[in-house]
């Protein structure tokens, strides 16, 4: 690249801009949301940050189906739906979490796991009718079921380089399941925006992917009720104790989030979540957007 000489109006103006950013307290933002899991591995990395106050709010994440797969998916969303009360019922995605990430985050707001949605008899397909000609029909037929999920998210789930095998509490969830349909499982990591568009045209059936069950992806999605539930936190630096009231202390402030995401829409105030409310208690917040949490959480710290 070759250079080019700065003129003494652009000295000016990079005069200025640092003059400002003095101003401003010499950081790029104030805060960062993002989840509990993510901030937390930030800070047990030696990153210079704390958790601020109480979660925000609670992403439920549920499995995913095509709304428009070729083949009826009824069935296999109820069958598998139960698979997933049943898993909170007798303490399996308790004791999952606690493995993967320490804590139970299986555990929701009151009220989140339906009561009407009865366990069923597994393994699944003893009594699955073969000739039904639906997706659960070829699942059972087949026995197996091919399930798209994101091995670059560790713990939620990763590629052990060293056994060739995918790990971790997403992969453990959606080998449950399979179980208790009395199939295997076949793994497929698509890109992230093709699985949320919907349309998998057969590729493979079921998505466990930690995906928050929002409005748009509803559409196109079906989903099974939250198998687990992720606190959105807020981050600050670790010097920082001027955040002690989330509902007043943040407003107006610079408050970094994954463009796109569950926490950009929440300070947008339009987050829509089908069956639950929020309480949007950060006003006027100066929306900073990035391409992931870990790179917002890094900026923080400039």
């Known amino acids: 690249m070759r250079s080019k000489r700065v003129g003494p109006a652009l000295v ?24 509990v899991t993510t ?59 606690q493995k993967w990430f320490g ?21 699944v397909c003893d009594s699955v009718d ?8 070829k699942v059972c037929s087949d026995g197996k079921i091919t399930v798209s999920t994101d091995p670059a998210y560790p713990p939620q ?13 997403d992969i453990d969830v959606a080998t449950e399941i399979a179980n208790r349909l009395g199939v295997s499982v076949d793994w497929i990591a698509p890109a992230w925006d093709t699985i949320i568009a919907g349309g998998w045209n057969g590729r493979w059936d079921m998505s ?34 001027s955040v002690k009231d989330l509902s007043t202390d943040l407003d107006g402030k610079k408050i970094g989030v994954c463009g796109g995401c569950t926490y950009d829409y929440f300070l947008q105030k339009t987050l ?10 950060i006003d006027d917040a100066k929306i900073s957007t990035y391409d992931t949490d870990t790179t917002a959480l890094q900026d923080l710290e400039v």
């Open 103 to 123: 804590t139970d985050l299986s555990v929701g707001p009151e009220g989140a796991i339906p009561s009407d949605i009865t366990p069923p008899a597994t393994p």
């Open 12 to 35: 000016v103006i990079f005069a200025l801009a640092l003059v400002a950013t003095a101003c401003s307290g010499g950081h790029r933002l104030d805060a960062v949301i993002t989840s």
């Open 130 to 137: 073969a000739a039904a000609g639906d997706l659960l029909a």
């Open 208 to 241: 466990v992917g930690s995906m928050t069950v929002t409005k748009d992806r509803a559409e196109v999605l079906d989903f099974t009720p939250a198998y687990y539930f992720t606190p959105a936190v807020v981050v600050v630096r670790a010097d920082d104790n």
């Open 39 to 97: 901030a937390q591995g930030w800070i047990d990395a030696g990153n210079d940050a704390k958790i601020a106050g109480d979660p925000v709010f609670y992403e439920p994440l549920g499995v995913a189906f095509d709304k428009g797969s070729t083949l009826d998916d009824t069935s296999l969303v109820e069958a598998a739906s139960g698979i997933v009360v049943g898993m909170h019922q007798d303490g399996t995605l308790s004791q999952m979490s």
């Open 157 to 169: 789930s990763s590629l052990n380089e060293t056994t060739g095998e995918y790990e971790g509490f």
């Open 272 to 281: 829509e979540i089908p069956g639950y409310t929020f309480n949007f208690v």
